[in-house]
């Protein structure tokens, strides 16, 4: 199994470099013998144009370049860490300039080139020792600040759902890159007396494996999140039933085909939105990406309702929200799910007597599709209380009628509620306002196992084929196998890799 490579962050902008530097520096203790505490060394940052190589690029394509406001970088701080995981040294960068794509004439993208060097003062460093640099991108840190001692309580807990204020525009919190590729705790500076200037810098070492070294390397960053497009579909009518499709499956798909003029994607929401992200993205046997534990979810399932009830958890329009981001998640019980909502217009000719609301609301009772209560009698007039004794067309239309209703007052039970008693009650599916449901839980193909998504990767759902009318309620199940009720492509699309050199001196 090979887990899917992760990409670098696009750093685009590398021109104009501006920085107003604030350190928060440690003197070392237990200096060892032989190692003079120097009075200061120098440290340069080389940020070149980058260019698209290696990694997850070599394996997937095509990748996809950031934003501008995805690759912007405002703020960072770069990180000194000694042998015991004390850091020594980290610097806050502010004002920095590194962007995204520059639009040129004519519709054109350009790249600055360029470098700009700036000198940071590091006192009190032993020359002599090797020191492993990370460097962290956005304004926002963990909780407590990093703490390279207890790695596993590096984590970002975001304030509201979709990662935020980790993915904010022009502010996207990034870090070492860390996979099967690239060592996210490889790189390492070694400084020695002579660097006390900035014509001699110290370069940077990435050793991936404890054996190779690559001397004066690039520190490859990546961004924490996911990205979740809004979805496409691309059929407004429904598709003919699939060839292996059970008996009684057809039959339902054949009703729905045949009465249904058009279906079209109104809204969707995403749930399960973890709270909570590893700052480097961890691993643990079998190349299993971990997820912090104790983190709670943003939108869960329940937020959608239940078998019966319809309840909004953050449903919105593809126009209003094109690009969603979230935290990796890779649980079986709670795993990062699309759903959708389609409104269907029903052919009026395919029904003899008139439809019972206006407003769309249709039913379905034992796969077949009814407009009227007086139709579904009609059909069972040879059955005694199909609904419960008394029951008619006129009255179970007058109980919908009522549930339906917007009524106040503390006594009276909300919509949802008296609809989900109805549907519960008996045993029908309701579509209020002809509305319907599906659902697609969001897995990375390549990660290797099922309900996994992970950090900088892009995925993009688009909707084939649909076969049937869904579910009636955003929880709720079919009534036959709703395997064949929705075909959905996932693709799984990184964001372009880039590399940006960094130089200490």
């Not at 794509?101 to 700009?116: L, R, S, Y």
């Not at 990662?163 to 904010?168: E, G, L, N």
């Not at 309840?311 to 919105?316: L, R, S």
Request: aromatic letters at 12%; charged letters at 20%.
């Amino acid at each position: 199994m090979k887990k899917m490579n992760l990409l670098v962050m696009s750093l685009v902008s590398a021109a104009a470099l501006s920085f107003t530097s604030c350190s928060s520096n440690d003197d070392l203790a237990n200096d060892n013998a032989g190692q003079a505490k120097a009075d200061g060394f120098y440290m340069t940052l080389t940020v070149q144009s980058p260019n698209a190589s290696g990694t997850r690029t070599s394996v997937i394509n095509p990748t996809e370049n950031a934003t501008a406001v995805e690759a912007a970088i405002k703020t960072g701080t770069l990180y000194l860490v000694d042998k015991d995981n004390k850091i020594v040294f980290s610097e806050n960068l502010t004002d920095l300039t590194w962007s995204g794509a520059v639009n040129g004439e004519n519709g054109t993208t350009t790249q600055k080139d360029g470098n700009k060097t700036f000198e940071i003062k590091v006192p009190a460093v032993v020359a002599g020792q090797t020191y492993r640099v990370y460097f962290l991108a956005g304004s926002h840190k963990p909780a407590g600040d990093m703490n390279f001692a207890a790695t596993t309580n590096n984590f970002f807990t975001a304030t509201k759902s979709f990662a935020s204020p980790f993915a904010d525009d022009n502010d996207f919190a990034m870090f070492n890159q860390n996979d099967a590729d690239v060592n996210g705790n490889g790189y390492s500076v070694t400084f020695i007396q002579a660097n006390n200037n900035k014509q001699n810098p110290a370069k940077v070492n990435y050793t991936k494996d404890g054996k190779s070294t690559t001397t004066n390397a690039p520190i490859k960053v990546e961004r924490v999140v996911a990205r979740i497009d809004a979805p496409t579909s691309n059929s407004t009518v429904l598709a003919e039933a699939p060839a292996n499709a059970s008996a009684a499956l057809k039959v339902a798909m054949k009703d729905a085909k045949e009465k249904v003029e058009k279906i079209e994607l109104t809204n969707y929401a995403i749930s399960n939105l973890a709270s909570k992200s590893y700052v480097m993205q961890t691993w643990g046997p079998d190349n299993k990406l971990l997820i912090p534990e104790g983190f709670s979810y943003y939108q869960p399932t329940a937020d959608f309702g239940g078998d019966y009830d319809y309840k909004n958890g953050g449903f919105t329009t593809t126009e209003a929200t094109e690009k969603n981001y979230v935290f990796e998640n890779n649980s079986t019980t709670a795993p990062t799910t699309m759903y959708f909502e389609y409104k269907v217009t029903l052919k009026n000719d395919k029904f003899k007597i008139d439809a019972d609301f206006k407003d769309g609301t249709f039913y379905r009772y034992n796969n077949v599709i009814y407009t009227s209560f007086a139709q579904i009698f009609e059909d069972y007039k040879d059955v005694t209380n199909l609904f419960g004794e008394g029951k008619n067309a006129g009255t179970m239309k007058a109980e919908l009628e009522d549930a339906k209703k917007v009524e106040t007052g503390q006594e009276v039970k909300d919509v949802e509620t008296k609809l989900s008693e109805f549907r519960q009650k008996y045993h029908i599916e309701v579509f209020n306002e002809g509305k319907t449901y599906y659902k697609q839980v969001i897995k990375d193909n390549h990660i290797g196992y099922a309900n996994a998504i992970q950090r900088n990767s892009i995925y993009r759902l688009t909707v084939n084929n649909i076969f049937n009318v869904g579910a009636q309620v955003p929880n709720g199940t079919p009534t036959e196998n709703d395997f064949y009720y929705l075909n959905v492509t996932v693709t799984v699309n990184p964001w372009v890799l880039n590399e940006d050199n960094v130089n200490l001196q």
